[in-house]
């Protein structure tokens, strides 16, 4: 089956401190992979994606890489800021199936 | 920009109440989707629709229903509004389903008294 898994928050970072939140999933096939932004009281906003393995997805100093061989897209960020305090979801999409799977979402505290 | 917009940031019902949140997308997007959020569950996928008319069963789709009579219009119902509905909404709009991203609108917060 699909699913994704990603690390417990919340997180709590000092300002310029390495963000990473770690991301792992399930799929049959080739999956597109996603991370999302949730801040408080909005909606989801696209933060990257990637469509095949290798491939890195980058955004506002955010980078993940789709890693086919450990099935991960973990979230980095060399140096974080107060206003990237937010909820972070990370999701995949079969590439044949109408469906997005989401992590639970870690909240990142700066 | 493709933008999502859902009618009502914040809604108060009554229990028993039929309830309508609407969604309209303005990119010509073929497929909408509603999920509720709750803490500790994360997104659940209530119902999506691939076409106008056409609709698919999510994995919580009991106590609701859709409408998809235009295609920029998506509409979930809540046919007896429950206390354990309350909730914030989401809906989503894509185009295709092949490599694209869900475009989300900015939230209902609902609330069953």
Redesign the interface.
């Known amino acids: 089956g699909n699913s994704v898994t990603q690390m417990e928050g919340p997180v709590t970072l000092s300002e310029e401190a390495f963000l990473t939140i770690n991301c792992t999933y399930t799929a049959t096939g080739y999956p ?1 992979l ?1 991370w ?1 932004v949730q801040y408080p ?6 933060l990257l ?1 990637a ?1 095949k393995a290798d491939d890195k997805g980058s955004n506002k100093g955010f980078e993940a890489t789709y890693r086919k061989e450990t099935t991960s897209f973990h979230l980095e960020k060399g140096s974080v800021q107060v206003s990237d305090s937010a909820v972070y ?1 990370c999701a995949l ?1 079969p ?6 799977y ?4 870690t909240k990142l505290n700066v | 920009d493709v933008k999502v917009t859902q009618s009502s940031r914040y809604l108060v019902k009554r229990t028993g109440e039929k309830v309508f949140l609407e969604c309209v997308q303005d990119m010509d997007h073929e497929n909408m989707f509603w999920y509720r959020q709750d803490p500790g569950l994360g997104l659940r996928l209530i119902y999506f629709s691939y076409d106008v008319k056409m609709k698919e069963k999510g994995d919580i789709p009991e106590g609701y229903s859709v409408s998809r009579e235009k295609k920029e219009r998506f509409s979930l119902i809540l046919e007896s509004a429950s206390t354990n509905q309350t909730s914030m909404y989401l809906c989503a709009s894509r185009e295709g389903f092949r490599n694209t991203e869900a475009f989300f609108g900015q939230g209902t917060r609902l609330t069953v008294v």
């Open positions: 597109s996603f999302y009281g909005e909606g989801l906003q696209l994606k469509t979801f999409s590439y044949n199936f109408n469906k997005f989401f992590g639970s979402g």
